[in-house]
């Protein structure tokens, strides 16, 4: 089975830095597009930030200037790197993949992980 798993969030003030990490682990013969979502309170789960295997990447327009997604393909790792954070980024921020378990499989399959809550308050 494969896993998704968040670390990295946190309590910061307004104007702080976070750095979230998803891990991915288990049967993974290749990952295609990764990406973080965020849901706050009252609010639709939005996406945040897409990247694509070979890197290519796009944001949301609040969080663009602010945020980078990158991702280490050789450790099926993927972070977002977060500055200037504002309140209005409080939420629980989730992984997200596609991934193929196997070279048997003809698509990939969508992965969460369970989310880690980001809180920018004062």
């Known amino acids: 089975q494969v896993q998704l798993v968040e670390s990295g969030g946190g309590l910061v003030q307004p104007g702080g830095s976070l750095r979230l990490s998803c891990a991915a682990s288990g049967s993974i013969f290749s990952i295609n597009t990764m990406a973080w979502y965020r849901q706050a309170p009252g609010k639709q789960r939005e996406l945040v930030a897409r990247?694509?295997?070979?890197?290519?990447?796009s944001y949301v327009d609040s969080v663009k200037g602010r945020f980078t997604i990158s991702r280490d393909n050789a450790n099926n790792a993927m972070y977002l790197q977060m500055e200037i954070l504002k309140p209005e980024d409080t939420a629980v921020y989730y992984c997200n993949a596609d991934i193929r378990s196997s070279a048997y499989e003809v698509w990939g399959n969508d992965y969460w992980g369970k989310g880690t809550l980001v809180t920018v308050s004062s």
């Open positions: 990247i694509t295997r070979g890197g290519s990447t």
